[in-house]
């Protein structure tokens, strides 16, 4: 599943960068946890257009749309566990996370 996960996420980042002239980074624990929730033992990797929507493009959506970020910038994308303790870390320490983005909490 992860295959087809960093496919999808993959068509994202290209999307990000032809488009708005980011880069997108994203962690493989964000990586792993969208492959877990775009798999369903019925239906398969059906559902994992749906999960990358919710979990990355939307949120990015909102952040485009509300100017969080602009051209050029790099899009951390990063489970809320991580963000949490990058922000505690002080590695972002001025930082906010912006929303859910990289989904599993």
């Known amino acids: 599943m992860t295959t087809i996960a960093d496919k999808a996420l993959e068509d ?8 708005h002239d980011m880069k997108l ?28 929507a919710r ?15 602009r051209e050029r910038d790099v ?7 991580e963000a949490e303790k990058m922000i505690e870390s002080g590695r972002f320490s001025n930082a906010e996370p912006h929303s859910k983005a990289g989904g599993c909490w």
């Open 12 to 19: 994202v980042a290209h999307r990000l960068h032809d488009n």
């Open 55 to 69: 979990d990355v493009l939307n949120p990015l959506s909102r952040l485009l749309l509300d100017g969080g970020v």
């Open 75 to 81: 899009v951390c994308v990063r489970t809320r566990g």
């Open 25 to 52: 980074d994203i962690s493989p624990l964000t990586r792993q946890c969208v492959a877990e929730r775009g798999f369903d033992i019925r239906y398969g990797a059906r559902p994992m257009k749906r999960a990358v």
